[in-house]
């Protein structure tokens, strides 16, 4: 009798109790997964709750693009027969942006890398993108130690951090510039930490990570690195700065490949990443090519003579040949810039032919000169405030309209505007 009391008074107390209200009940039907969709290969799948089974194709639609994009940039076939990306959406509809990834190996040994969507319509893109990339990456090193029989090792985080951002071509010039200003101030370690596993500038600055990646995924003699470093995790050989000297340079003498990256660094100042694309690192390497070092070198600075320093030494031979040298150095400085910039280069180029001719006068020397540092200023004040330049269809005689691109909606004028 005591006991059917306690129970009768628990079963009140249950129906007393407040039905939750933050989610809509949902029928047994509702909650189940729908009827998965595949990709033309059968190794994406998606998966989702009869709710939300319309979501399906717009995911798969996702994935196979990022998947195309991430393969046109590696060269490498995302296709693992012995594999699957699983993509889950959930029933949530709270706006929950976070995405996770697992990894699980099922009873025939193959891999399957689950990407959950708890709310769908609400995921943070960036972060699919992320986990797409890794777990593709991750599928392909896995099907290669399958095919071999072995047990692939890791590869580091900011290999993988920096092939997903190299897809970011907007991205890329900047990057480079971060990485050359950092190599050039002696920010970054010899190559025996900067490709270590745990590489600590790669990690810290995502910059230097794309950069690196980069260079993986450039062909050298037919091969590709990036896939023969995969290929060197799925047989089992850790991953060690000694190994990438080998696949990256040919060769184990670490010192070696030193000289190697810092001559990759220095090319790396002549590659146009972004055609039309004139970025702040861009003006500020422009502004160390307009200094000439003849024999006579004596200027404490450490500089070089600058362009006004010169005009006192018009008549030397050495100088004027060493300014002909350098026009040529300007032209190629603007292959692939904008509009602007190639102006500007185009007005030091025209200084220097002129100073390399013979009879030449010092006043029109420095009526050229100011025309030229003219055009350099109103191009550094915009890099200084970290503004990336593009082709627009104009030149830096309507600098106004460029100045003004942002007070076109209140047609109205900066102070600088109203200066020029």
């Not at 010899?190 to 990690?203: I, K, N, Q, T, V």
């Not at 950069?211 to 450039?218: D, R, V, Y």
């Not at 890099?383 to 047609?411: D, P, R, V, Y």
């Amino acid at each position: 009798m005591r006991k059917r009391g306690i129970f009768l008074f628990l079963f009140c107390l249950f129906l007393a109790c407040p039905v939750r209200a933050e989610e809509p009940l949902r029928s047994p039907r509702e909650r189940l997964y729908s009827a998965p969709v595949y990709s033309r290969d059968g190794v994406v799948m998606i998966k989702a709750r009869a709710a939300q089974m319309s979501l399906r194709a717009p995911v798969l639609v996702f994935v196979e693009r990022v998947r195309e994009e991430l393969g046109r940039a590696t060269q490498l076939k995302f296709a693992p027969e012995n594999g699957i990306l699983e993509v889950l959406i959930g029933d949530r509809q709270d706006g929950a942006t976070d995405v996770r990834l697992s990894r699980t190996i099922d009873v025939h040994g193959g891999d399957c890398e689950t990407i959950f969507l708890p709310d769908a319509k609400s995921s943070d893109l960036h972060e699919l993108r992320r986990c797409i990339c890794v777990a593709l990456l991750r599928l392909w090193v896995f099907d290669a130690a399958f095919a071999a029989g072995t047990k692939p090792a890791e590869i580091p985080m900011w290999l993988v951090n920096g092939v997903i951002r190299y897809l970011d071509r907007s991205s890329r010039q900047t990057d480079v510039d971060r990485a050359l200003l950092l190599w050039s101030r002696a920010c970054l370690p010899p190559a025996h930490d900067l490709f270590a596993m745990e590489s600590r500038a790669a990690m810290s600055e995502p910059a230097v990570a794309a950069l690196l990646a980069s260079w993986f995924m450039e062909k050298r003699n037919n091969l590709l690195p990036l896939e023969l470093a995969l290929r060197h995790a799925a047989k089992g050989n850790p991953w060690t700065p000694q190994s990438v000297a080998k696949i990256l340079g040919g060769t184990d003498d670490l010192f070696a490949f030193d000289r190697q990256i810092d001559r990759r660094m220095l090319a790396e100042k002549r590659v146009v990443k972004q055609p039309g694309i004139t970025t702040p690192g861009i003006v500020r390497r422009f502004r160390d090519k307009l200094f000439l070092y003849p024999r006579f070198f004596e200027n404490t600075n450490g500089r070089g003579y600058s362009p006004r320093q010169i005009i006192e030494r018009f008549e030397d031979p050495e100088v004027k040949t060493l300014a002909l040298r350098q026009a040529d150095l300007i032209r190629v400085t603007t292959l692939g810039r904008d509009l602007m910039f190639t102006e500007m280069a185009g007005a030091y180029e025209t200084f220097f032919r002129a100073f390399a001719k013979k009879n030449v006068k010092p006043g029109e020397l420095t009526r050229l000169l100011m025309a030229a540092e003219d055009l350099r200023s109103v191009l550094e004040s915009r890099a200084e405030n970290g503004e990336i330049m593009g082709n627009t269809g104009g030149s830096l005689e309507g600098a106004k309209s460029f100045f003004c691109m942002g007070h076109e909606a209140t047609q109205t004028t900066c102070r600088r505007c109203r200066s020029l």
